[in-house]
């Protein structure tokens, strides 16, 4: 089945620093999702990525829709505290309506004081 | 407010013993989830519902059942033959979108 694989696993970094991680496929997805989690509580949605090279901000973060369609990008400028969580990338495996997703492995961001 | 609902927050499962997670949406949408997640690790998904009385296994079904009576609601058994129940069990559901997810219930064994 289809795979997302998810770099780095995890992340330590200064408050204030920018942080880029991504997203790759075996195979072509038509939607990229991203979501982040903070403990003990479920994945809020961050963007959503419908067209390829598509480019899209929300706030201080942003993501990409890779061009080959396999692969997505996000970034986040300037952390603060309340960024600390692990963001997982997410894909549907068909035509995206009420199908499954596939979710990657996730990347744990932690902030050092 | 609209949301997802899921309940308890906390559960413990005896030996032996099956329990029932609640998960309850006011959103309107058509299509319900239910997702393991094991510590330091992604989501797999369990079973999932696109319309009331119907649903379909996902990857890691075994184990678990499931019942979809009313639009707003999706209730997953953890049954005893489910040797490892131990996990975040997470419920979400859309419609022709994103899905959006409950905060999980916690289920031990005791």
């Known amino acids: 089945g289809q795979q997302l694989n998810q770099s780095p696993q995890s992340m330590f970094i200064q408050e204030g620093e920018d942080v880029s991680m991504n997203c790759t496929s075996s195979s072509i997805f038509n939607t990229w999702l991203w979501y982040k989690q903070d403990p003990g509580e479920g994945p809020v949605l961050l963007i959503a990525l419908y067209k390829a090279g598509e480019l899209t901000s929300n706030g201080r973060l942003t993501a990409q829709f890779g061009i080959t369609r396999k692969d997505s990008f996000l970034n986040i400028s300037a952390s603060i505290p309340s960024d600390v969580g692990i963001y997982f990338c997410?894909?549907?495996?068909?035509?995206?309506?009420?199908?499954?997703?596939?979710f990657g492995t996730g990347t744990r961001l932690t902030i050092i004081p | 407010d609209g949301g997802i609902t899921q309940s308890p927050k906390y559960l413990f499962r005896k030996e032996g013993q099956n329990v029932t997670l609640s998960c309850e949406q006011n959103?309107?949408?058509?299509?319900m989830y239910w997702y393991r997640q094991d510590p330091g690790q992604g989501l797999r998904l369990i079973y999932y519902s696109q319309i009331v009385n119907d649903f379909q296994k996902g990857d890691i079904a075994e184990g678990y059942s499931v019942s979809r009576e009313k639009k707003e609601s999706f209730p997953l058994t953890v049954t005893s033959a489910q040797k490892n129940p131990t996990a975040f069990y997470l419920c979400?559901?859309?419609?022709?979108?994103?899905?959006?997810f409950g905060d999980g219930t916690r289920l031990s064994i005791l």
């Open positions: 979400a559901s859309s419609i022709r979108g994103p899905q959006h």
């Open positions: 959103l309107n949408h058509d299509a």
């Open positions: 997410a894909g549907p495996t068909s035509n995206f309506g009420n199908e499954k997703l596939t």
